[in-house]
């Protein structure tokens, strides 16, 4: 570790050539990379066939004139929505149905599972004693004695509504 280093610049020549050999070596590196996932793509499609998340299903369009078209389409059935999905049934004005799930782990690693089963004992299944159950917690606004009701554009309240509470307080 005591020794001296000494390092000895380059010339342009050795420079432009070392530059070019490893140019040389990435583009090899990467022709064997694509060749490796074109192979792995192969494999999974003779595998898979299509995606378990994805089927596709046919869907009638109806035309102006009375004829329907049949309309293949991608659905997901992934567990996930995303925003695009999310606005698009809004802008439909269809009721979008929510499913909360607690205990889903969805992307998980084999190395992860394996610390997890190493560990068994400090993640138990059921709740220890001591602690308090799952539950929801529930939001509300506890208005005081004689409070007036807020009546701004987001907070409006039906006039009838209003009177009642307050004459109930």
């Known amino acids: 570790m005591g020794q001296k280093v000494v390092l000895k610049p380059w010339s342009p020549k050795e420079v432009h050539k070392d530059q070019k050999k490893m140019k040389v070596k990435r583009k090899s590196e990467r022709k064997t990379n694509r060749k490796i996932r074109k192979k792995e793509k192969k494999k999974k499609g003779k595998k898979k066939g299509k995606k378990r998340w994805e089927r596709k299903a046919r869907v009638k369009e109806p035309y102006l004139s009375g004829k329907s078209k049949i309309k293949e ?4 059935e992934s567990l996930l929505v995303g925003p695009k999905e999310v606005r ?3 802008l ?20 992860v599972g394996k610390l997890l089963k190493e560990f068994k004992d400090v993640f138990p299944e059921d709740i220890p004693h001591g ?5 929801v917690i529930e939001h509300y606004i506890d208005f ?7 009546n701004r554009l987001a907070h409006r309240t039906n006039p009838e509504k209003a009177k009642n509470m307050e004459t109930s307080q």
Not at 92 to 111: D, G, M, Q, R, W
Not at 144 to 150: I, N, V
């Open 92 to 111: 439909a004005k269809k009721e979008p149905l929510f499913a909360l799930l607690t205990n889903i782990l969805l992307h998980a690693s084999p190395c």
């Open 73 to 76: 389409e991608k659905i997901k």
């Open 131 to 135: 602690l308090p159950p799952l539950r």
């Open 88 to 90: 698009r049934v809004i």
């Open 144 to 150: 005081p004695l004689r409070a007036s009701l807020l």
